[in-house]
């Protein structure tokens, strides 16, 4: 397994303003996600943070709304850009080590917008 | 499209009963799936995990029962205890996606009375 740390835990923020979320990996980790959980629901993936290149986003997300960076293989953020009430959410960081399947959450970044 | 769905949203048992929670997936091509635990303020928790070519799995006091035929996954835990009050999600690994993109059930919130 890894330690992932995530940074805010939680944030209230003010309408059109945004907030960038750290995750950190205590290891080198292959993949990284991003993930979002809206209030009483489900988890859905919002992109595939990928080392060096730019991040590969799932259908409804998209990178001027939500801009990712992975400089290195155990470092990632998010950022949550010109936010509106919706976007309120738990957002969450995941990782996947080694080869293996089992994908690994952080302990999310609690968010509400104002 | 995809879609993993889950029968009851919230199931009460009592302390040291076995409880059941159950999930239809739709993808009968799925090739892997997975059990997440997350209690509240907390990121999901890896319970167990099975691959398609398998149909029974245990863990300690949980197992996770696949059947293909009808496309259905159940988690069983054994001795159910309060700290064992969650929401518990399942996921599949649709095919071609090489283990990159999990898809989530609704979630079931399980309530355990001492």
């Known amino acids: 397994s890894a330690v992932i740390s995530q940074k805010p835990s939680r944030d209230i923020c003010q309408r059109g303003t945004s907030l960038t979320i750290q995750c950190q990996v205590d290891?080198?980790?292959?993949?990284m996600f991003w993930y979002r959980q809206q209030p009483g629901q489900s988890l859905t993936l919002i992109a595939t943070?990928?080392?060096?290149?730019?991040?590969?986003?799932e259908s409804g997300f998209v990178i001027d709304k939500f801009p990712i960076s992975r400089p290195n293989l155990t470092f990632s953020t998010l950022t949550v850009s010109n936010m509106s009430p919706e976007d309120s959410s738990i957002y969450l960081c995941?990782?996947?080590?080694?080869?293996?399947?089992?994908?690994?959450f952080g302990s999310g970044t609690q968010l509400s917008v104002l | 499209g995809e879609s993993v769905g889950l029968h009851l949203p919230t199931l009460s048992v009592q302390e040291g009963d076995n409880s059941i929670i159950n999930c239809a997936y739709s993808?009968?091509?799925?090739?892997?799936f997975i059990w997440y635990k997350q209690e509240s303020g907390k990121g999901p928790q890896f319970i167990i995990d099975?691959?398609?070519?398998?149909d029974k799995r245990q863990g300690q006091r949980v197992t996770v029962l696949l059947n293909k035929t009808v496309k259905h996954l159940s988690l069983q835990i054994a001795a159910t205890q309060p700290g064992d009050s969650a929401v518990y999600f399942c996921?599949?690994?649709?095919?071609?996606?090489?283990?990159?993109?999990?898809?989530f059930g609704t979630g079931t919130r399980l309530l355990v009375s001492p």
């Open positions: 943070a990928n080392q060096g290149s730019e991040a590969t986003y």
């Open positions: 099975i691959r398609s070519n398998m």
């Open positions: 993808n009968s091509a799925s090739d892997y």
């Open positions: 996921a599949e690994n649709p095919p071609n996606t090489g283990f990159q993109k999990l898809v």
């Open positions: 995941s990782v996947r080590t080694g080869s293996g399947e089992k994908l690994f």
């Open positions: 290891s080198q980790v292959t993949m």
